[in-house]
């Protein structure tokens, strides 16, 4: 049960895309697809952002998309703004246990 | 409107005990999946702990297997953690989290709380 692999951190300028990548194995992230984006601010509680891979939450823009390919699965957001400059991290639900990437820090 | 209010956090000394709570609102308590989800300082989320609606049903992260324990008051919509033989490394934000839930696979973490700081330190 080892964490996701994700980027330490990623940049771009405002109107810009990014995409942040999650990577696991052939149990975990390429097994289900029950994966899932939170983001957080400084000081913040998480904030879910998509799950089961590619579904959005009512209220979060649909400047905030998710896809996987394999034992990968990646966050983009295109349209950047200041406000989305947080942390970002995936999860993957593969049984009874939770596993989290290590946490990617975007900087608009 | 989801609200979960956790409490209980503090300072303690190493090998010592703590109880947190957390308080929900706005949702059936009761059948609804629940867990803990921490955050040491500077450092990414880790899962803790979680439990099914009724209380039967409960996993744990390996660090914290054995020491610590996932509870439930379904009449006082109410989830707890009681931490024993508490570490240095287990100083951490704790969170509360509403996990969603569907066809027995729990797939997300649908809201969160705002924490409560945990610290281990003699």
């Known amino acids: 049960q080892s964490a996701l692999t994700q980027p330490r951190s990623v940049s771009g300028s405002p109107g810009q895309s990014v995409t942040i990548s999650c990577t696991g194995t052939s149990s975990d992230v390429g097994a289900y697809n029950y994966v899932s984006w939170y983001q957080q601010h400084p000081g913040k509680a998480p904030k879910l952002m998509i799950y089961d891979v590619i579904k959005r939450p009512s209220g979060v823009p649909d400047r905030f998309s998710g896809s996987k390919s394999g034992n990968t699965a990646s966050l983009t957001i295109s349209g950047l703004q200041a406000e989305d400059e947080a942390d970002y991290y995936c999860c993957s639900s593969p049984g009874s246990y939770v596993l989290f990437g290590g946490g990617t820090k975007l900087t608009v | 409107e989801v609200q979960l209010l956790e409490s209980g956090g503090g300072l303690v000394q190493p090998g010592g005990s703590l109880r947190l709570s957390c308080a929900a609102s706005?949702?059936?308590?009761?059948?609804?999946?629940m867990s803990w989800v921490r955050q040491a300082p500077g450092k990414g989320l880790e899962w803790v702990s979680s439990?099914?609606?009724?209380?039967?049903?409960?996993w744990y992260a390996d660090s914290v297997k054995g020491r610590f324990t996932i509870s439930r008051d379904n009449f006082k919509n109410t989830l707890y953690l009681q931490m024993n033989s508490l570490r240095v490394e287990d100083t951490a934000v704790y969170y509360c989290a509403l996990r969603y839930c569907s066809g027995g696979r729990c797939q997300y973490f649908q809201d969160w709380g705002q924490g409560t700081l945990v610290t281990v330190s003699s």
């Open positions: 439990i099914s609606g009724s209380g039967e049903g409960t």
């Open positions: 706005g949702f059936t308590f009761s059948s609804s999946a």
